[in-house]
Every structure is written in C-alpha cells, then in structure tokens.
C-alpha cells in the first residue's frame, strides 16, 4: 500500500468510472472485461503518467547530469521504492526490474543453474502457469536437475502431505504459484516456505497472480524470491519486477552483459554492480517502471480486505447463478480461493464458447491457459476462464452467467 495515502471508501462504479475503455462497447454491447488473469485495463492515473512523462519528462536514467535526467533518474527511483513498499520489502535495493514475471523466473533461474549439480532437485506444482515450469525444464536438460511435482487435489488445493515427502536432501529450489491463473486457488506460501527452508531449499513465488489479489508481504511469507509483472496490476507491459533476499540476490552471477551492469571492465577482466543493477544491463524500461509505480500508488488508495470482498462477491454472483445448469463443469472450489471462474462446457471447445460469449460482449479467456500439466491433471483438453477485478460489477457477473447459458445452449 502507498506510504501515508489515505484508505478510501471503495466503490466499484467510481472505479470503473477511471478506466476509460470500460466505456466501449463490443458486437453493439457494453464491454464486459473478464479477462483479467491475462492482463488488465489501465486506469486514467497510468495513462496520463506515461503521457506526462513522454512529452515533458523523458531522458535517459542514472549518470546523466543535465536537468531531464536527473528528473527521470528520480521518477524511475521512486517507483522501484513503491514496489519495495507494496511487497513490504525490507529495502527498495532487493526489487530488480525485469520485463515481466517470466524474465524474473528465467533469471533466477539462469543463476541457480550455475551451481546445479545433476540429481538437485526442483520442486514445483500441478497447477503452475508455463513461466514457472519451462525455466526449470532447461535446467532439467541442461544440467541434469530433476523436477518433482506437487499434486493437487480435485478441489485445486495443493496436496501439502504430498510436498513434505517431496522435500528432501536434493531440494535446491521450491517454486510455486501464490495464486493459481487457471483455479484461484491462493496457496500457503508462508508455510511452503517455512518447510522448504528446513529442508535447506530456497523458495520463488510466482506471484503475477498474487500480487494482485493476495497479499503479498515478502517479509511475512519469508520467501527467497518473489515475482510479479506489472500488466497485471494495472500497469504497463514490459516491467515486471524480481524480488529477492539481500543474500540471495547477492548469490546469483549477472544474468546479462552490458552497459549498467558492471564495476569496472578492463581488457583482462571484468567486476560487477551489486544488485540490483548487477541484473539490469542496458537501457532499462523507463517508462514503464515509472507507469508501474502509478499503477501501484493508484492501487494502493483501496483497502485491501474491501477489495478482496468484492471480488468475492463477483465471484460467487456468477457461481451461484451456474449452479443446477447442465453441462457445465466449473474447474478448481478451493477454500478461499480467487475470483477466477474456469470452466468446461460439455461437448464444446472453449474457443467456441468464448467466441460465442464475445458476440454478447463478454471478454473471456480460453484454451490451456499456459497450463498444460495442469489440464491434463483435470482431464480436459481446453477450458474457459473468467477473471474478475476490482473494476469488474455484479452486472458483469450477471452478463457472464447469461452469455455463458446461452453459449451452453447452443451446444447442449
């Protein structure tokens, strides 16, 4: 939450009312934007922050010494300490900047396997989104390590007896998901990593997710790393950003060479930037970091809990009015989980139920959701999935439920 911003009373319709393409409309209707475990719209603070900045503040970051530069050198600074703040990081030099999530994961990633002996074993779950399973693929190939994997149960909770057994003196790295992208499933991650640090493992959570709707205290999850992107929080594409443990950020090698990078570059050797500079070579997103910052400060006026309710309630509107509708198979009722509603409609692929859906105006996302181990676990071959924020109505939950009978109808 921003530093000293006042709490204010939540109201979904004020909300909605600072995102200006939740005016449009789509197929003669009013949008109904479920699409929000993808990427989510962009309020009028971040939009008007990137303008302001392109046309009136805009040069390169650190080491310029003329007037434009120190002022973007400021804006791109403050937003880092914004993210260090949301994530209750101890200190704003344990937030990297990366493209998104899944540069963040590949770069932890390409610093453990430096190290990997072939056998170390990574543990990661049945319900983890592809960006949290490819980079510890390479490393299977690359360097001999072994995956091991969580199961869920038919609920989508994680089967946590299953973890414990998992855990052993091979376990150099845990990785799992705060929130799940397809179930909503929220995970214990305080206490994946209570148990993975016993074992002498360090812990990365996936936190693209969470970071929008959980609460992503780093300090009381005690995680060695923690991801997230900044899309997905209302923010620009492009940035994301890495949080890591001083001592294990200071642990990982560069994970790119050039410019920013570096202490001192001789013809015969080279040193390097402590973090975490150490891992942002080159010309860094600048915009986008500082339109991520916006995003967050923006995010950070709501409190939380009232937030969380919402959703919530989004959620079960659209839960309870599918209740008793034949053919319809809703995907992952874990206690407490999320507002995402995923689903398979019977005797259809979900690309032709979201087609169907749009031409009533209905955003919603379909097909394996960057998650094919996890539908194979669940026993389907696509699934549709609606996502809901803070912006989203219980007339949208309405429009999801009534476009989605009707796509169920043509099929059935």
């Known amino acids: 939450m921003a530093d000293g911003s006042p709490v204010m009373t939540f109201d979904p319709y004020a909300v909605r009312a600072q995102f200006p393409i939740l005016s449009r409309q789509v197929n003669g209707r ?7 475990a993808a990427s989510a719209q962009k309020p009028r603070a971040v939009i008007g922050a990137l303008v302001a900045t392109m046309e009136g503040g805009y040069a390169n970051v650190h080491r310029g010494l003329h007037t434009l530069s120190n002022e973007a050198t400021e804006a791109y600074e403050a937003a880092r300490e914004v993210v260090a703040r949301y994530l209750n990081a101890e200190t704003s030099e344990q937030v990297v900047w990366t493209k998104g999530g899944t540069e ?3 770069l932890v990633a390409h610093g453990l396997g430096q190290s990997l002996q072939p056998g170390d074993e990574i543990i990661v779950s049945e319900m983890e989104h592809h960006s949290n399973i490819v980079p510890w693929h390479l490393l299977r190939e690359r360097r001999g390590a072994v995956l091991r994997w969580i199961p869920i149960h038919d609920d989508g909770s994680l089967d946590m007896a299953a973890y414990a057994d998992l855990l052993g003196p091979k376990t150099r790295m845990v990785a799992v998901t705060h929130m799940s992208n397809v179930l909503g ?12 640090h016993a074992a002498g493992a360090q812990v990365l959570i996936d936190g693209c997710q969470g970071a929008v709707h959980a609460a992503p205290d780093v300090q009381a999850i005690g995680c060695d790393f ?3 992107t900044g899309h997905k929080l209302f923010g620009p594409t492009g940035i994301g950003a890495l ?5 294990a950020l200071e642990a990982l090698p560069p994970y790119q060479g050039g410019g920013e990078m570096i202490g001192v570059v001789e013809k015969d050797r080279i040193t390097y930037a402590k973090p975490p500079a150490r891992f942002e070579a080159g010309t860094p997103p600048i915009l986008e970091a500082i339109g991520l910052g916006v995003a967050l400060d923006w995010l950070g006026q709501f409190d939380r809990a009232a937030v969380r309710a919402h959703e919530e309630a989004l959620y079960q509107r659209a839960r309870e009015a599918l209740r008793g509708v034949n053919g319809i198979r809703v995907l992952g009722d874990a206690a407490g989980k999320g ?3 995923t689903f ?5 692929h979900a690309h032709d139920v979201a087609q169907i ?3 009533y105006g209905v955003a919603v996302r379909a097909g394996l959701h960057c998650a094919e181990p996890l539908a194979k676990r669940l026993g389907v071959t696509s699934s549709t999935r609606a996502s809901f924020a803070l912006y989203n109505t219980l007339e949208d939950a309405d429009a999801f439920a009534e476009a989605l009978i009707k796509a169920r109808n043509f099929f059935v």
Do not use: F, Q, W
């Open 357 to 359: 859906m749009d031409r």
């Open 185 to 196: 499933t929220i995970n214990p991650v305080a206490e994946i990593t209570r148990m993975a």
């Open 226 to 228: 923690y991801v997230l």
């Open 339 to 341: 507002a995402i509603l």
């Open 344 to 348: 398979a409609v019977e005797g259809a």
């Open 30 to 36: 009013p949008l109904v934007y479920l699409d929000n």
């Open 243 to 247: 949080y890591g443990k001083a001592e």
């Open 104 to 106: 963040a994961i590949n």
